[in-house]
């Protein structure tokens, strides 16, 4: 049987998600069989097992730091918000309905056996399960049958770290306030406090750490300092959306209102030279070297926030102008003539896309969710050098579209995804960007289109990827007590 451990958070983007990740690779750096965990997850990013089913993104990359395989049982539910007031819900990869909050607030404890039966299928695989909180764990007016927090601690009897985010202040209120409203069993479930992006000199918060722990009677574990990382994030508060740096190549990713799968174009930031900019305004394009619109859980209404925005037709000037112009599944289907939703499975309704590319969508009621591979059939424009390209990806959407342009991509089976005319691309399959051969082209012919030699070198993702795991790691171990934390979970 595995040991668990929980990491709480004293509200959203605390770090939970990386600390919980970090965890994960110093355990399997320690040789222990380590499973990461999150009974309910609310995101838009996320990703598709080789079985073809959908989960939270946050658990895939935990499980890759701890170099595993991602598994639904690792996010055997997951909300995907549709509407302010509704969401898709998804569980053990495979979507049960849409609920309004209210429908699925009265109806969350339906699923507690579903989240232990995947809970218990990884006890009987690994030695520790790491277990993710969501939100903070005292929205009192949610603590009625909660099922991810201190419900979850309760069904597995596990010991709960709590981490505070001390780079947004208030860290005293933070840790001390969140322990104050448990009550007496829940509080005694919190084995100890974590100080979490602390800046600066840490000898200078040895008092923080003395006053935390005599009114807290907690012990503060460790006080982990601001780490830079390049890790994929899920959280519609990162960082990196805020990002307004530009570089010598400047790529513009448009801020859909309901943005999805954000972390397909991290792989640019690893390139020097190159910025990843999200804009939402149309004066913000004016640099823009590439501007993609990117993935949407609602294409229509997000569509509608993009005619609105005045961002269409400022993205239609530039495209005028030569500037190329990428779109990934919503966005893909944006750039098309028409878009239409008859059986409401995003909301319902239909609009006229940009028309930048020849392309009619209709939604389904099926989704389809798919891990595929192929190359880039000939294509022209700008980026007419990626003929050839080989790519690995998925699929996650409900639309099906009509093309009457070029194709783009070709798969394994002999079908093909995806659109190009000119310098206007679009294509279904997420991580498309990843493959360093795509990635490169792009920021190379970029670089040259202003007559600049990019001197940098590629990397492969992945490669990348465990280098960044692998430095997360090392910031975390050299800055919390992982004897308590071993000795937490019998170890």
Not at 4 to 16: D, L, R, V
Not at 213 to 226: A, C, L, S, W
Not at 327 to 337: D, K, P, S, V
Request: charged share 25%; glycine share 10%; aromatic share 8%.
């Amino acid at each position: 049987m595995a040991k668990p451990i929980m990491i709480q958070g004293t509200m959203s983007n605390a770090g939970k998600s990386l600390f919980a990740a970090a965890l994960c690779r110093i355990l399997r750096q320690d040789g222990y069989r380590c499973a990461p965990f999150k009974s309910q997850n609310m995101a838009l990013n996320s990703f598709i097992t080789h079985e073809g089913l959908e989960m939270g993104r946050a658990q895939v990359m935990q499980a890759e730091a701890a170099g595993i395989e991602p598994s639904v049982l690792m996010n055997p539910i997951l909300l995907k918000p549709t509407t302010d007031v509704g969401s898709q819900v998804i569980v053990n990869g495979e979507i049960r309905d849409n609920m309004t909050a209210s429908e699925y607030f009265c109806r969350k404890r339906e699923y507690i056996p579903e989240i232990m039966k995947a809970y218990r299928e990884l006890d009987s695989q690994y030695d520790v399960i790491v277990i993710e909180g969501a939100g903070s764990p005292v929205e009192l007016n949610l603590l009625t049958d909660d099922i991810v927090n201190m419900g979850m601690a309760r069904l597995v009897n596990s010991p709960v770290l709590l981490v505070g985010d001390i780079d947004r202040g208030g860290i005293f209120a933070q840790l001390l306030g969140t322990l104050s409203l448990f009550d007496q069993d829940d509080r005694d479930k919190v084995k100890g406090l974590v100080v979490n992006k602390f800046r600066g000199d840490r000898t200078l918060f040895d008092d923080g750490v003395r006053i935390l722990e005599q009114r807290g009677g907690k012990p503060v574990v460790g006080v982990v300092p601001y780490i830079k990382c390049d890790i994929d994030d899920e959280d519609s508060l990162s960082e990196k959306l805020e990002n307004t740096d530009v570089g010598t190549v400047d790529i513009a990713i448009v801020k859909l209102p309901r943005i999805s799968n954000f972390t397909d174009f991290d792989v640019f930031s690893q390139y020097d030279g190159v910025s990843v900019r999200y804009v939402a305004k149309s004066e913000q394009l004016n640099s823009a070297d590439l501007i993609i619109i990117p993935g949407t859980k609602s294409t229509i209404s997000d569509m509608v926030w993009l005619r609105e925005s005045g961002l269409e037709n400022a993205i239609k000037h530039h495209s005028g102008e030569g500037v190329p112009i990428f779109g990934i599944c919503g966005g893909y289907q944006m750039m098309g003539q028409r878009i239409s939703d008859p059986l409401g499975s995003e909301g319902g309704g239909e609009i006229d896309g940009m028309g930048l590319l020849n392309i009619e969508t209709v939604f389904c009621s099926e989704k389809r969710r798919t891990r595929i591979h192929g190359q880039i059939s000939e294509c022209g424009g700008i980026f007419a050098s990626l003929s050839g390209s080989r790519f690995e990806g998925y699929e996650i959407h409900m639309g099906q579209s009509l093309v009457h342009e070029r194709r783009l991509g070709v798969l394994s089976d002999g079908s093909s995804e995806g659109a190009c005319k000119g310098n206007i691309y679009g294509s279904y399959i997420h991580g498309i960007f990843d493959s360093a051969e795509i990635s490169e082209c792009i920021v190379k012919t970029l670089f040259a289109r202003k007559s600049l030699e990019f001197r940098g070198t590629s990397i492969d993702r992945q490669i990348y990827r465990q280098s960044q795991y692998d430095l997360l790691a090392s910031e975390v171990r050299h800055n919390i007590d992982m004897d308590y934390i071993y000795k937490l979970i019998g170890r």
